[in-house]
């Protein structure tokens, strides 16, 4: 399967600022996803990346609040902008393996605190 | 919308077989995935059903009925480091997003 890597893999951050999460894989993949999950909950999807259009944004998530890039087929990064506490989760970009049957398969994540 | 529903929390024994159903109310369907969560770390992926019947990895089998909208984890000769949440999530397209149930929390006891 894919190989994912994300960086940072945590980061304690002050209330207002933004923080870029990055995410590599080691082949090209068609489909990226952002997710989210907060403390004691299960994953919620924030939006898909697409390459060379805008991403698309599930409910209850906005560009200006998590803006995705995603330059080509095997990088993509969100961040989280104007972060509050409420902001603290982890945070998890996965890849659709077309190679094996469409399965998805997840990065280590990004441990995000918010002070 | 999507409504996917498996049990909270279940408890069994080292070497035994437990069993986590879920199930789900979905307007399309083009897969059934089931994932392993130990604390703090990431989702590990586990099986994925897209036709129906059961499909064996080992000490992990997985099963899809998809006119009842059911699916089940079966973990057999259980060990002390299967204890993790186990996630269930549903694929509604040929690609693309996951939706996720809220997970079950299985605690191997010696």
């Known amino acids: 399967s894919a190989v994912i890597s994300q960086k940072p893999s945590r980061d304690i951050c002050q209330r207002g600022t933004s923080l870029t999460i990055q995410c590599q894989v080691d082949?090209?993949?068609?489909?990226m996803f952002w997710y989210r999950q907060q403390p004691g909950q299960s994953l919620t999807l924030i939006a898909t990346a697409n390459q060379g259009s805008e991403a698309t944004y599930e409910s209850g998530f906005v560009i200006d609040k998590f803006p995705i890039s995603r330059p080509n087929l095997t990088f993509s990064t969100l961040t989280v902008s104007n972060m509050s506490p409420e902001d603290s989760s982890i945070y998890l970009c996965?890849?659709?393996?077309?190679?094996?049957?469409?399965?998805?398969?997840f990065g280590p994540g990004t441990r995000l605190t918010v002070t | 919308g999507q409504n996917i529903d498996q049990p909270t929390e279940m408890t069994a024994t080292e070497g035994a077989i437990v069993q986590i159903n879920c199930t789900y109310q979905t307007s399309g369907f083009n897969g059934l995935f089931w994932y392993q969560q130990h604390a703090g770390e990431a989702p590990t992926f586990l099986s994925y059903?897209?036709?129906?019947g059961l499909e064996e990895k080992g000490r992990f089998s997985s099963f899809l009925s998809r006119s009842k909208g059911y699916s089940y984890l079966l973990l057999k000769e259980l060990q002390m480091k299967d204890s993790a949440s186990y996630l269930c999530?549903?694929?509604?397209?040929?690609?693309?997003?996951?939706?996720f149930g809220a997970g079950t929390q299985v605690v191997v006891t010696p």
């Open positions: 059903n897209v036709l129906d």
């Open positions: 996965s890849v659709e393996d077309r190679e094996r049957a469409y399965e998805q398969y």
């Open positions: 082949s090209q993949v068609t489909m």
């Open positions: 999530a549903v694929r509604d397209r040929v690609w693309g997003k996951l939706q």
